[in-house]
């Protein structure tokens, strides 16, 4: 069997196996087709560092959308969700299965398994992020700051953990500083994507915090600008803020060759939120982003600040 993403196939080799190579050529291919800032962070890691890397977003990614597609198929019937459960369900049999040293002949169960041989990445951290994205299969609003931060650890967090392992650090402090990382752009997400979520039916934000400032569910699902709201998002954004001031700390203590790629993805993500603003906190019919030039003009910068000062 030939595997095929965005258009590139992945051939097997003459004897019918997949090689190790075309393997992490596949999970390439996914991270570039989904993840510009991300992919343009990983250009500024070693090859050693860069395979590993992109293995890890392989994994995540085609679980993710797994979830994402099956939404789709459950709301028009033609899936229920205890199939959908038994699908994830057989992820993680797969998972387990290539922790015990059988990859099944799949490019990205191979890559993993190959991640595994040079680094130690303990399989709680894949389950956990499993665990996180099903919880968008039955998605119930958080009630609090607490609820949402155990979704975005589980969706971001454990990925700052696991890319931790392969990137290497000297300061066990810097898995801290890591599961912040995860929270500030998980945080960012969820501000950018408002409106679509919207459009699903879904509000991220604690609802705690839509009482604080005396905004109502109903007025957010009917995208409704006030003052009430842009306070609510400036308090939104200014706390994701604060997530990424913290996150700084842990980038020294990671090794060098790989504070440069974190500082690429770190300073770009948190520059959404200065598009937000820059929109007038209008979140329900501007997605922010950032351009290409805008993300590489951020290097020179970033350069001096993990090489020279």
């Excluded at 390439?28 to 993840?35: L, S, T, V």
Aim: contains cysteine; proline residues 3%; charged residues 25%.
């Amino acid at each position: 069997m030939n595997y095929s993403y965005t258009g590139q196939t992945i051939v097997q080799g003459s004897d019918g196996e997949l090689t190790l190579e075309n393997a992490y050529e596949y999970c390439r291919q996914i991270a570039k087709h989904h993840a510009k800032t991300f992919y343009l962070a990983t250009l500024f890691l070693s090859k050693q560092q860069r395979k590993p890397i992109f293995a890890m977003y392989a994994l995540l990614r085609t679980v993710d959308d797994l979830v994402d597609m099956a939404e789709d198929k459950i709301r028009s019937g033609s899936l229920s969700r205890s199939e959908l459960s038994g699908m994830m369900e057989n992820w993680k049999t797969r998972l387990r299965q290539c922790y015990d040293g059988d990859h099944n002949n799949d490019p990205i169960m191979m890559g993993w398994q190959d991640t595994l041989k040079h680094f130690t990445i303990p399989i709680e951290l894949p389950l956990d992020l499993m665990d996180g994205v099903a919880m968008d299969i039955d998605f119930k609003p958080f009630e609090t700051f607490d609820d949402l931060y155990i979704y975005c650890y589980k969706v971001a967090s454990v990925v700052g953990l696991m890319c931790s392992e392969i990137f290497g650090y000297s300061d066990k402090k810097a898995l801290e500083h890591a599961i912040e990382l995860g929270i500030a752009m998980q945080l960012t997400n969820i501000l950018r994507d408002i409106g679509e979520d919207i459009d699903r039916g879904r509000i991220y934000l604690p609802l705690e915090d839509l009482d604080r400032f005396g905004y109502t569910r109903q007025q957010f699902m009917k995208k409704e600008m006030n003052d009430n709201f842009i306070a609510l998002i400036r308090f939104q954004i200014e706390r994701a803020r604060n997530y990424y001031r913290q996150s700084e700390r842990g980038i020294p203590m990671l090794q060098k060759n790989a504070r440069f790629a974190v500082m690429v993805s770190s300073l770009n993500y948190s520059a959404i939120l200065k598009t937000i603003e820059k929109n007038g906190y209008d979140v329900f019919s501007q997605r922010a982003y950032r351009s290409f030039y805008q993300k590489i003009s951020t290097i020179p910068y970033i350069w001096y600040k993990t090489t020279v000062s």
